[in-house]
């Protein structure tokens, strides 16, 4: 694995889309790095990890939470 991932490397790392890499460096949601002024993003893949356990939501969770509300409305 590379150091230093571009955009596109970093949107195939987390699979998601570039234009959600951009927006969470954009948001200030994932750490990033400027190179040669404002157009040239890298990211550290560990970073990029980072990010995506902050993100990441359980759908074991969700599912319980439904199905609990679920037999509270019968």
């Known amino acids: 694995m590379k150091a230093w ?34 157009r040239t993003i890298r990211l550290r893949p560990v970073w990029i990890d980072a990010w995506l356990e902050e993100h990441a939501t359980a759908p074991t969770s969700a599912r319980t939470s439904a199905h609990a509300s679920e037999g509270a409305a019968s």
Request: contains cysteine.
């Open 5 to 38: 991932l571009t955009v596109g490397e970093g949107a195939d790392y987390a699979n998601v889309s570039r234009d959600t890499i951009y927006t969470a460096c954009e948001r200030k949601e994932l750490r990033h790095v400027r190179i040669s002024g404002r």
